[in-house]
C-alpha cells in the first residue's frame, strides 16, 4: 500500500515538474532537447506495444513515422487542411498500410520478420525518393502559416510545441496503461512468450497481432505528423531511413521492453546523450559523438540486456536478487 | 533494348552474384551456429576493403595480393569480436544481440570515418582492369576475377565444414550445441571459428571488390542489406543456399536495374518478401 502511494506521489510529482519545465527553462535549446524527448518516447512507446509486447520485432516502423508526416504535409499543402486533420489521416492511411503490410508478414517468425521490416521500409523510401508529386529526394517545405493553433505552428516561441509534444506522449502512454492491463494487453504477452501456446489456448494470433501493429501504426505516425508540423521541412532521408527505425527500437531496447516506463526511460537518457556527444564531440566530421553512441549501445547490450528499467527493478528489490532472471519481457522475438 | 544488353546484364548480375554469395555466406554461417544476425557484416567488408586499399597504398601491393593478409586479418577480427563481446550475449534476448552487433556497426563505420575521413577512394590500375570478351560479350576483368575468385572461395568453404573433421565439428554445434559438446567438442572453440570463418568470407570479397568499387565509410551498408536478404532467401543457416540465392539476387538486381535503375533494389527486397511469404522459412529453410 505504501509503495503505490509512493508511486502515485512519484508520477504526480514528475507531472507537475514536466508541467512547469518551460516556466524554469526559458531557452529554446533546453526545450528542444525536451520535444525530442517527448517525441521518440512516444514512438518508442508505440513500437513497444508491437515489438515490446507482442513480440514482434519491427524494424521498419519509420514507415508509419514518414506516412504520417507525408499525409498532413501533403492535405496541407494541396488543400490547406489543417494539420490536426491531416495527423488523423495520416493515422488512418498508417493502420491501413500496417494491415496490409501485417497479413502477410505475420506469417514469418523472429529474424524472417525483422528483415521483411527492413525490406519493406527500404522499398518504401526507395518509392518516396522517386514519387515525384510528393517532392522526391527534395523532400516538402511546409508553407509558413499565422501562427495558430489550428494551423499548428508556432514561430516565436516553443512553448506551444513542448506542451502539445507532452500531451501527445500523456495520450500514448495513458493509452498503453490501459492496453496493458486490458485483455489484449494480456494476451499480446501470450503470444510474446509462446506463439503456439496462445494459439492453443484459442487466441486469434492473427486477429491480436493485427491490432498490435495497428495501434503502433497510428502512433507512429501521429509521432510523424508532429515531427513534420516542427521542423516544417521532410524528405524521405529525414523520416524513413533504416537509422530512425533502429533508433525507435533503441531507445525502447535501452528503456526496457515490454514496460510501461521503458520508452520513456530510454528516451530520457539517449535524447540528451546523444545530444551532449553530438554537441561536445560532433561538428567536425570527425564523428566521434557516433563512435560514443555505437560503443554505448554494445555496453548496455553486453551488460544490461533487459534495458535500464531492469537496472531499476534489480535497485527497486534492494539489490537482493543480483542473478535476477531478466524479465520475460526481455525475451521477446521469439514468437 | 536488345537481347544483346539483356545477355550482357544477365552475365555482370551473376557474376556479382557470386560475390554476393560468399558475403552472404559468412553470414549464414554466424547464424546456423548460434542465431545470431551479424549487423555488423557490412562493417567487416568496409574494414576488409580499407585494408586492401591501404595494402595497396602504403605499400604497394595489389589487392590479389593483399587477398591473403585481408583474410586473415578479417578472420582475426571475427575471432575478437565473438571473444570480446559476442560471446558475453550467447543467452541473452534476441533484441540485445540485435544491437550488441548494430552498435558495433555504427562504432566501427564511424571509426572508419574518423580515421580515414568520408572520402571515396579507389584503387588505380590494379593488375586486373579492363575488360574482355568472351563471345560477343564484354565482361570487365575485375569482375570476373571477383566472381571466380568468390566462386573458389566458396568451393573451399563447402569442402571445409563438408569434408574436414573441424568442419563436420562446427557442423555439429550448430545443429546441437549440447549434443556436440557431449561428444566432446569444445563449441567455444566452434563458435570463435565459426566468428572467425565468417569474417574471413568477407576478407576475400573485399579484397576482390576493391579492384572495380570505391572504398568509402559507408559502403558496408548496400552489400549487408543485399546479404541479410540473400540468407533469408536461401534460408538462415543453409549455407550452400546461399549460392543460388545470392546469383538470383544479382540476376534480379540487374533485370529491374535494366527496366528501372532507381528500383533496382526494390525489385531484390520485394522478390525477397514475395519468397518468404511462400515460403516463410526461404527458399531452401527448414524450420
Given at each position: 500500500?505504501r509503495?503505490?502511494?509512493?508511486?502515485?506521489a512519484?508520477?504526480?510529482?514528475l507531472g507537475?515538474a514536466?508541467?512547469a519545465?518551460?516556466?524554469?527553462?526559458t531557452?529554446?535549446?533546453?526545450?528542444d532537447?525536451?520535444?525530442?524527448?517527448?517525441?521518440y518516447?512516444?514512438?518508442?512507446q508505440?513500437?513497444?506495444?508491437l515489438?515490446g509486447?507482442?513480440?514482434?520485432?519491427?524494424?521498419?516502423?519509420?514507415?508509419?513515422?514518414g506516412?504520417?508526416?507525408?499525409?498532413s504535409?501533403a492535405?496541407l499543402?494541396r488543400?490547406e487542411?489543417?494539420p490536426?486533420?491531416?495527423?488523423?489521416?495520416?493515422m488512418g492511411l498508417a493502420?491501413?498500410?500496417?494491415?496490409a503490410i501485417?497479413?502477410?508478414?505475420?506469417?514469418?517468425r523472429g529474424?524472417?520478420?525483422?528483415?521483411?521490416t527492413?525490406?519493406?521500409?527500404?522499398?518504401?523510401?526507395?518509392?518516396m525518393?522517386?514519387?515525384?508529386?510528393l517532392g522526391?529526394?527534395r523532400?516538402?517545405?511546409?508553407?509558413?502559416?499565422p501562427?495558430?493553433f489550428?494551423?499548428?505552428?508556432?514561430?516565436?516561441?516553443k512553448w506551444p510545441y513542448?506542451?502539445?509534444a507532452l500531451?501527445?506522449?500523456?495520450c500514448v502512454?495513458?493509452?498503453t496503461a490501459?492496453?496493458e492491463?486490458?485483455?489484449?494487453g494480456y494476451?499480446f504477452r501470450?503470444?510474446?512468450e509462446?506463439?503456439?501456446a496462445a494459439?492453443?489456448l484459442?487466441?486469434?494470433?492473427?486477429r491480436y497481432k493485427?491490432?498490435?501493429?495497428?495501434?503502433?501504426?497510428?502512433?507512429t505516425?501521429?509521432g510523424?505528423s508532429f515531427?513534420?508540423?516542427y521542423?516544417?521541412?521532410i524528405?524521405?532521408?529525414s523520416?524513413?531511413?533504416l537509422?530512425?527505425?533502429?533508433?525507435i527500437c533503441l531507445?525502447?531496447v535501452l528503456?526496457?521492453?515490454?514496460?510501461l516506463w521503458g520508452?520513456f526511460?530510454?528516451?530520457v537518457?539517449?535524447i540528451?546523450?546523444?545530444?551532449?556527444?553530438?554537441v561536445y564531440f560532433?561538428?567536425?566530421?570527425?564523428?566521434?559523438?557516433?563512435?560514443i553512441?555505437?560503443?554505448l549501445i554494445?555496453l548496455?547490450?553486453v551488460?544490461?540486456?533487459a534495458?535500464l528499467?531492469?537496472?531499476?527493478?534489480?535497485?527497486g528489490?534492494?539489490?537482493?536478487?543480483?542473478?535476477?532472471p531478466?524479465p520475460?519481457?526481455?525475451?521477446?522475438?521469439?514468437? | 533494348?536488345?537481347?544483346?544488353?539483356?545477355?550482357q546484364?544477365?552475365v555482370s548480375?551473376l557474376?556479382m552474384?557470386f560475390v554476393?554469395?560468399l558475403?552472404a555466406?559468412?553470414?549464414s554461417?554466424?547464424f546456423?551456429?548460434?542465431?545470431?544476425?551479424n549487423?555488423?557484416h557490412?562493417?567487416?567488408?568496409?574494414?576488409?576493403?580499407?585494408?586492401?586499399f591501404?595494402?595497396?597504398?602504403?605499400?604497394h601491393?595489389d589487392?590479389?595480393?593483399?587477398?591473403?593478409?585481408?583474410t586473415a586479418?578479417l578472420?582475426?577480427?571475427?575471432?575478437v569480436?565473438?571473444?570480446?563481446?559476442?560471446?558475453?550475449i550467447?543467452?541473452?534476448?534476441?533484441l540485445?544481440q540485435?544491437?550488441?552487433t548494430?552498435?558495433l556497426?555504427v562504432?566501427?563505420?564511424?571509426?572508419?570515418?574518423f580515421l580515414?575521413?568520408p572520402d571515396f577512394?579507389l584503387v588505380q590500375?590494379?593488375w586486373?582492369?579492363g575488360?574482355?570478351?568472351l563471345?560477343g560479350?564484354?565482361?570487365?576483368?575485375?569482375?570476373?576475377?571477383?566472381?571466380?575468385a568468390?566462386?573458389?572461395?566458396?568451393g573451399?568453404l563447402?569442402?571445409?565444414i563438408?569434408r574436414?573433421?573441424t568442419?563436420l565439428?562446427?557442423?555439429?554445434t550448430a545443429?546441437?550445441?549440447?549434443?556436440?559438446a557431449l561428444?566432446?567438442i569444445?563449441?567455444?572453440?566452434?563458435?570463435?571459428?565459426?566468428?572467425?570463418?565468417?569474417?574471413?568470407c568477407v576478407g576475400?570479397s573485399g579484397?576482390l571488390?576493391?579492384n572495380?568499387?570505391?572504398?568509402f565509410?559507408?559502403?558496408g551498408s548496400?552489400?549487408?542489406?543485399?546479404?541479410y536478404v540473400t540468407?533469408?532467401?536461401?534460408?538462415?543457416g543453409n549455407?550452400?543456399?546461399t549460392?543460388a540465392?545470392?546469383v538470383?539476387?544479382?540476376?534480379v538486381?540487374?533485370?529491374?536495374?535494366?527496366?528501372?535503375?532507381?528500383?533496382?533494389?526494390v525489385g531484390?527486397f520485394?522478390l525477397y518478401?514475395?519468397?518468404?511469404?511462400?515460403?516463410?522459412q526461404g527458399?531452401f529453410?527448414k524450420f
Amino acid at each position: 500500500m505504501r509503495a503505490r502511494r509512493l508511486r502515485v506521489a512519484l508520477g504526480v510529482a514528475l507531472g507537475l515538474a514536466l508541467l512547469a519545465y518551460p516556466a524554469v527553462f526559458t531557452r529554446p535549446y533546453p526545450r528542444d532537447i525536451m520535444i525530442k524527448i517527448f517525441l521518440y518516447a512516444l514512438l518508442a512507446q508505440a513500437w513497444n506495444l508491437l515489438g515490446g509486447y507482442c513480440g514482434q520485432i519491427s524494424l521498419g516502423n519509420a514507415v508509419f513515422f514518414g506516412i504520417g508526416a507525408y499525409t498532413s504535409s501533403a492535405l496541407l499543402m494541396r488543400w490547406e487542411l489543417s494539420p490536426w486533420l491531416g495527423m488523423l489521416a495520416g493515422m488512418g492511411l498508417a493502420v491501413l498500410v500496417s494491415q496490409a503490410i501485417g497479413f502477410p508478414c505475420f506469417r514469418l517468425r523472429g529474424h524472417y520478420f525483422a528483415i521483411a521490416t527492413i525490406a519493406i521500409g527500404e522499398i518504401v523510401q526507395t518509392i518516396m525518393i522517386n514519387w515525384d508529386a510528393l517532392g522526391g529526394a527534395r523532400g516538402l517545405s511546409l508553407p509558413i502559416k499565422p501562427e495558430t493553433f489550428v494551423n499548428f505552428q508556432f514561430h516565436r516561441a516553443k512553448w506551444p510545441y513542448y506542451y502539445i509534444a507532452l500531451g501527445l506522449f500523456a495520450c500514448v502512454f495513458a493509452l498503453t496503461a490501459l492496453v496493458e492491463r486490458s485483455r489484449p494487453g494480456y494476451y499480446f504477452r501470450a503470444i510474446r512468450e509462446d506463439a503456439d501456446a496462445a494459439s492453443s489456448l484459442g487466441i486469434p494470433l492473427a486477429r491480436y497481432k493485427l491490432a498490435a501493429i495497428a495501434l503502433s501504426a497510428a502512433f507512429t505516425a501521429l509521432g510523424g505528423s508532429f515531427y513534420a508540423q516542427y521542423v516544417l521541412f521532410i524528405d524521405p532521408e529525414s523520416v524513413f531511413p533504416l537509422s530512425l527505425s533502429i533508433l525507435i527500437c533503441l531507445v525502447a531496447v535501452l528503456g526496457g521492453v515490454g514496460t510501461l516506463w521503458g520508452p520513456f526511460l530510454g528516451a530520457v537518457i539517449l535524447i540528451p546523450l546523444s545530444e551532449a556527444t553530438r554537441v561536445y564531440f560532433g561538428g567536425t566530421g570527425k564523428a566521434v559523438d557516433l563512435m560514443i553512441y555505437g560503443a554505448l549501445i554494445v555496453l548496455v547490450a553486453v551488460f544490461q540486456p533487459a534495458g535500464l528499467a531492469g537496472l531499476l527493478g534489480r535497485l527497486g528489490r534492494g539489490g537482493r536478487r543480483p542473478s535476477a532472471p531478466l524479465p520475460a519481457a526481455a525475451r521477446a522475438g521469439t514468437g | 533494348m536488345t537481347a544483346e544488353i539483356v545477355v550482357q546484364s544477365l552475365v555482370s548480375g551473376l557474376l556479382m552474384g557470386f560475390v554476393y554469395a560468399l558475403i552472404a555466406a559468412g553470414l549464414s554461417l554466424i547464424f546456423g551456429l548460434m542465431e545470431i544476425v551479424n549487423f555488423a557484416h557490412g562493417e567487416f567488408l568496409m574494414l576488409a576493403m580499407f585494408a586492401t586499399f591501404w595494402a595497396w597504398t602504403l605499400g604497394h601491393l595489389d589487392p590479389l595480393v593483399a587477398l591473403p593478409g585481408s583474410t586473415a586479418l578479417l578472420f582475426l577480427l571475427g575471432v575478437v569480436v565473438y571473444k570480446g563481446v559476442i560471446s558475453r550475449i550467447l543467452a541473452a534476448p534476441m533484441l540485445a544481440q540485435v544491437f550488441a552487433t548494430f552498435g558495433l556497426a555504427v562504432f566501427l563505420r564511424s571509426a572508419a570515418q574518423f580515421l580515414w575521413t568520408p572520402d571515396f577512394r579507389l584503387v588505380q590500375n590494379p593488375w586486373v582492369s579492363g575488360r574482355l570478351s568472351l563471345f560477343g560479350i564484354f565482361v570487365g576483368t575485375p569482375q570476373l576475377t571477383a566472381a571466380l575468385a568468390a566462386l573458389a572461395a566458396f568451393g573451399l568453404l563447402y569442402w571445409f565444414i563438408t569434408r574436414t573433421e573441424t568442419g563436420l565439428a562446427l557442423q555439429a554445434t550448430a545443429q546441437d550445441r549440447q549434443a556436440a559438446a557431449l561428444m566432446g567438442i569444445d563449441t567455444e572453440r566452434m563458435f570463435a571459428l565459426g566468428w572467425g570463418i565468417g569474417a574471413a568470407c568477407v576478407g576475400v570479397s573485399g579484397a576482390l571488390l576493391v579492384n572495380f568499387f570505391y572504398v568509402f565509410p559507408d559502403v558496408g551498408s548496400v552489400f549487408a542489406l543485399l546479404a541479410y536478404v540473400t540468407v533469408a532467401l536461401g534460408g538462415f543457416g543453409n549455407v550452400p543456399a546461399t549460392l543460388a540465392a545470392g546469383v538470383l539476387v544479382g540476376l534480379v538486381e540487374v533485370l529491374v536495374g535494366l527496366w528501372a535503375p532507381a528500383f533496382k533494389y526494390v525489385g531484390v527486397f520485394g522478390l525477397y518478401l514475395a519468397v518468404v511469404v511462400w515460403r516463410p522459412q526461404g527458399l531452401f529453410g527448414k524450420f
